[in-house]
């Protein structure tokens, strides 16, 4: 296969994959991340992600879109997190040519830090006093 035939594949299954995403049938409405648009309007949402997906398609390269699409899978919320980051630099001109994979995952994992970072805060921590027994008591 040549590379035309490999990426009218990626394409179809990255079409087949974002149809199959939007139509799954998800619970509650107000759900971003089973499905549901919140405000019930399918037809402006429909818009939104196609102007979505056109504009990553231009700044990634086959490589990193199908990455973010496993990410989808796995953890949508996350997914959006980075497409969002991605549009807003592109918007902004700091990005001069295609997002490769290995530029993504740096971007992954510095979005995983941030999220480390923040949930650190809320943890609670039990320091124990330990048990002073010496021996050496009946000494004095």
Do not use: C, H, W, Y
């Not at 394409?11 to 107000?30: C, D, H, I, N, V």
């Not at 402006?44 to 196609?50: L, P, R, S, T, Y």
């Amino acid at each position: 296969m040549d590379n035309d035939e490999l990426e009218a594949i990626r394409q179809a299954r990255m079409a087949e994959l974002q149809k199959s995403q939007g139509g799954a049938p998800g619970g509650a409405q107000g759900m971003p991340q089973m499905g549901g648009r919140p405000g019930g309007a399918g037809g402006a949402g429909g818009a939104e992600d196609e102007g979505r997906v056109a504009i990553l398609s231009q700044i990634l390269t086959a490589n990193a879109r199908e990455r973010l699409s496993r990410i989808r899978i796995v953890r949508q919320d996350r997914a959006r997190q980075v497409e969002d980051m991605l549009i807003r630099l592109a918007q902004t001109g700091q990005i001069r040519k295609k997002v490769e994979e290995e530029e993504l995952v740096s971007l992954l994992d510095q979005i995983s830090k941030q999220d480390q970072k923040t949930s650190n805060n809320n943890k609670i921590i039990i320091d124990r006093r330990e048990l002073d027994d010496d021996d050496d008591d009946f000494f004095d």
